[in-house]
């Protein structure tokens, strides 16, 4: 697909310095570009990659003004980072405008389905399933019973969603994601065999969520396991029962939240984080990557470490911790200073 430099600065709103009519149907970094792409310059450090790419068209500042002669066609704009931010997602957009139900699927009689939605081949769709309108839903993909889906939302080739699970709109569901899945919960008897609860809540996902791939959000084991509006979850993250993870809070890859663990507002969650189960973490909290926690956390908190401490505490003492063999070298080289300094006594 080809855009001119004119259709690029009028999604844009900006001004074309150069050919309006030149055409690119790519995008590179400043430094890679070449003829048929569009990149953009917004940090100076980079100026010297604009008398020298091969990308046919440049988005800049508005304030950008060439020292010496450009043979790129500029688009001249507010805020190049944001306005180029804007032209992915309008290119994301374009490039997933997919429609139709491609054969073979199943939809279950009983399931509504919205308008100018998309359903890739081989996928599922369970008995009284709600899909909203302009979903999109990738191939090898399975909807279970009782879904609701809201409209806008996409869910991508091989996600599972469970039954009864509710997903508002706007969200975003990336490959090999697992929804809904029985939560860990299993009782010792007498002879020391586990037997497993029955886990017969949901999982509620609201508006403008997004779920990367391979992550597991379990159902509750009563209630429901509450993902809030506006949270962002990477890579392989692991959520476990009856847990709920408040508005606009970010988690990185590789993080574990054990059950029934509560997580305030407009928090931000390192990679490789580990929570314990039913502890409640407050609003705005801060926590480093690979800390685990084990306890209550307050608003505005920001720890690291595991167990994890107060970030500048833990900074000051990992000096130490660097230093801990010539730390023990010294005291064992006092000890000796002492005993030697007895012995002279007692002689």
Sequence with gaps: ??????????????????????????????????????????????????????????????????????????????????????????????????????????????????????????????????VGDNVKIYPNSYIGDNVTIGDDCIIFSGVKIYSETQIGNHCKIHSGAIIGSDGFGFAPNDKGEYKAIPQIGNVIIEDFVDIGSSSTIDRATLGSTIIRQ?????????????????????????????????????????????????IVIGNNVKIQAQSGISKNLKDGDVVQGTPAFGYSDFNKSYVHFRNLPKIAATLNNIEKEVKAQKSTINE
Aim: hydrophobic share 35%; glycine share 10%; proline share 3%.
């Design 1 to 130: 697909m080809k855009f001119t430099a004119q259709q690029i600065a009028d999604i844009l709103e900006g001004n074309v310095v150069g050919n309006p009519d030149e055409e690119v149907s790519k995008l590179s970094k400043i430094e890679e570009g070449e003829k048929g792409s569009l990149t953009f310059l917004s940090n100076p450090k980079y100026n010297p990659y604009l008398y020298t790419t091969n990308a046919s068209i440049a988005i800049v500042n508005q304030s950008f003004e060439p020292e010496k002669e450009v043979s790129t066609t500029l688009i001249k704009v507010e805020n190049a980072y944001k306005a180029f931010s804007k032209l992915l997602e309008f290119y994301n957009q374009v490039k997933n405008n997919k429609v139709g139900k491609e054969q073979p699927n199943f939809i279950s009689e009983s399931a509504k389905i919205g308008d100018n939605i998309y359903l890739g081949a081989f996928s599922y769709i369970g008995n009284n399933v709600v």
């Design 230 to 278: 506006g949270v962002k979850l990477d890579n392989q993250i692991q959520i476990a029962h009856n847990v709920e993870v408040g508005k606009n809070t970010v988690i990185a890859a590789q993080t574990g939240i054990a059950g029934s663990t509560k997580i305030g507002e407009n928090c931000m969650i390192g990679g490789q984080v580990g929570i314990v189960g039913h």
